[in-house]
Nanobody, 123 residues
Framework: QVQLVESGGGLVQAGGSLRLSCAAS????????IGWFRQAPGKEREFVGG????????TYADSVKGRFTISRNNTKNMVYLQMNSLKPEDTAVYYC????????????????WGQGTQVTVSS
């Protein structure tokens, strides 16, 4: 069992930056992949990116590539999503998730989820 708690969301102007955090507890954190998803109002939840347990590999959705960066600190059981050059279309609730496959875009492949944190980007 893994418990995940996101934080760091808020309101930011277009072009600004935010860093989201995902705190994990429970099952040994250092051996699981972490993914970030987001869900905008009226839209399906979509994959933002993922990171392997050892931080060697990350993957990103095309819509955020070059603007968002995922990192993790296994000694602190933390994963971060650095979001730069934010756009109004990045407005969504952001979720972190834990699983075995860092690149999977399917929600069903991620076994544990946080409660989400709201990010709002104003134009």
């Amino acid at each position: 069992q893994v418990q995940l708690v996101e934080s760091g969301g808020g309101l930011v102007q277009a072009g600004g930056s935010l860093r989201l955090s995902c705190a994990a507890s429970g099952r040994p954190f250092s051996r699981i992949a972490i993914g970030w998803f987001r869900q905008a109002p009226g839209k399906e939840r979509e994959f933002v990116g993922g990171i392997t347990w050892n931080s060697i590999t990350t993957t990103y959705a095309d819509s955020v590539k070059g603007r968002f960066t995922i990192s993790r600190n296994n000694t602190k059981n933390m994963v971060y999503l650095q979001m730069n050059s934010l756009k109004p279309e990045d407005t969504a609730v952001y979720y972190c998730a834990a699983g075995d496959t860092y690149f999977s875009t399917r929600m069903s492949d991620w076994r544990y989820w946080g409660q989400g944190t709201q990010v709002t980007v104003s134009s």
